[in-house]
């Protein structure tokens, strides 16, 4: 079964109902002790990075979070989730996140006549194949709403690069059974349920 990690700040419900129309059970989980017997785990997220990232602390999800990660079990964020699995977020001050995936999270730069979120359908320019996107073609379109964006460490782990402007920021990315990505699957239509339906057929422990 799928976890949906529940920390007062996710659109828990759309992504279970991603699943739930794939005929998949996911399930919305707020004990971070359940994390420990997992076979696939979601991280979503919308909102504030600090408020998120004091959230999980308070509800003692950091530690599980991080040892669930360096099991290789399924991982999937989704935007916000993508960001809190960084070292630093710079919204709106300095923040540390969970560091599971070095690098940072930083805001667009400005532009003339580019609009800050970005909000909208934009297309996929992948890097590096992975299993989630075995059925995705290139060029394809998701949806996303951010005005941050992650900058890996690391330029292996990056899945999916998108444009928006002049500026190339990563969409997506992929290291061992981890994923996570800056769109939102469970808004993208049949591209997003692709995505999903990859997951949910990942092997789990």
Known sequence: MIQIIDYGMGNLRSVQKAFESLGVDA??????????????????????????INELRSKGFVEPLREYAASNRPFLGICLGLQLLFDVSYEDGEYEGLGIVPGNVVRFDSEPGLKIPHMGWNQLD???????????????????????HVVPNEEDVVATRTSYGE??????????????????????????????????GLNGR
């Open 167 to 200: 500026q190339s920021f990563v969409s997506m990315i992929a290291r061992g059974n981890l994923f996570a990505t800056q769109f939102h699957p469970e808004k993208s239509q049949r591209v997003g349920l692709n995505m999903l339906a990859a997951f949910a």
């Open 126 to 148: 992948i890097v590096h194949p992975n299993p989630l996107l075995a059925d995705v073609a290139p060029g394809s379109h998701v949806y996303f709403v951010h005005s941050y």
């Open 27 to 52: 399930h919305i989980c707020s004990s971070p002790k359940a994390l420990a017997d997992a076979e696939k785990i979601v991280l979503p997220g919308v909102g504030a990075f600090r408020d998120a």
